[in-house]
Nanobody, 122 residues
Framework: QVQLVESGGGLVQAGGSLRLSCAASGRTFSSYVMGWFRQAPGKEREFVAAINWSGGSTRYADSVKGRFTISRDNAENTVYLQMSVKPEDTAVYHC????????????????WGQGTQVTVSS
């Protein structure tokens, strides 16, 4: 079992930066692939970024490439999402964990956090 708690969301102006954190419980954090997803009002949850256990492999949605960076600190059981934001990034951001390889499908992930709200003003 892995429990995930996101933090770092808030209100930010377009062109600004924000860093989200996801703290995980459990001794096996380093063995999990970690992902970030987001869900805007009235829309389905969508993939944002994912990172493998070592941090050596990452994947991004096309909409965030070059603006977002995912990273992890296995000693701190934490995964991060550094964001340079646009108004269309407004959503609730969830982190998620899975075993196996880096994936982008919502159904591939076994554990989910409650989410943190990010609101970008224009």
């Amino acid at each position: 079992q892995v429990q995930l708690v996101e933090s770092g969301g808030g209100l930010v102006q377009a062109g600004g930066s924000l860093r989200l954190s996801c703290a995980a419980s459990g001794r096996t954090f380093s063995s999990y692939v970690m992902g970030w997803f987001r869900q805007a009002p009235g829309k389905e949850r969508e993939f944002v970024a994912a990172i493998n256990w070592s941090g050596g492999s990452t994947r991004y949605a096309d909409s965030v490439k070059g603006r977002f960076t995912i990273s992890r600190d296995n000693a701190e059981n934490t995964v991060y999402l550094q964001m340079s934001v646009k108004p269309e990034d407004t959503a609730v951001y969830h982190c998620a964990a899975r075993s196996g390889s880096v994936g982008s499908g919502v159904r591939e992930y076994d554990y989910w956090g409650q989410g943190t709200q990010v609101t970008v003003s224009s």
